[in-house]
Nanobody, 115 residues
C-alpha cells in the first residue's frame, strides 16, 4: 500500500511563492507518473502539473511559466514550486501517483492566496 503525505501549503500574498512537497512511502517502486491536482470550491479537480518517470513534464496553461514540478527519485518525492501566485490559485492541492499496479491520492494541502 502506498501512502502520500503532502506539505507546504499555507497563506501567501499575491505575487508570493510556495513550495509543495509530496513524499510517497510503501510499495512505490513502480512509479509511472507523479502529479499535482487542485480543487477550488466546486466539483472539478484540475490537473496542474505532471512529471513522468522519464522526467517529462506537462503543465496546465494557467500555471505555465509560474509553476515548476520536479521529483527526487531516490526519496520518492515530488515537488511543486509555485511562483507569482494569484488569488485564482487558491485551492486544495492534491498529490497523485500512478504506478503499474494502482493510483493513489494524498489528502491534500490548502493553498490560499490573499492579501
Amino acid at each position: 500500500q502506498v501512502q502520500l503525505v503532502e506539505s507546504g501549503g499555507g497563506l501567501v500574498q499575491p505575487g508570493g511563492s510556495l513550495r509543495l512537497s509530496c513524499a510517497a512511502s510503501g510499495s512505490s517502486s513502480s512509479i509511472v507518473v507523479m502529479d499535482w491536482y487542485r480543487q477550488a470550491p466546486g466539483p472539478q479537480r484540475e490537473l496542474v502539473a505532471q512529471i513522468s518517470n522519464t522526467g517529462r513534464t506537462t503543465y496546465a496553461d494557467s500555471v505555465k511559466g509560474r509553476f515548476t514540478i520536479s521529483r527526487d527519485g531516490a526519496k520518492n518525492t515530488v515537488y511543486l514550486q509555485m511562483n507569482s501566485l494569484k488569488p485564482e490559485d487558491t485551492a486544495v492541492y492534491y498529490c497523485h501517483l500512478v504506478t503499474y499496479v494502482g493510483t493513489y491520492w494524498g489528502k491534500g494541502t490548502l493553498v490560499t492566496v490573499s492579501s
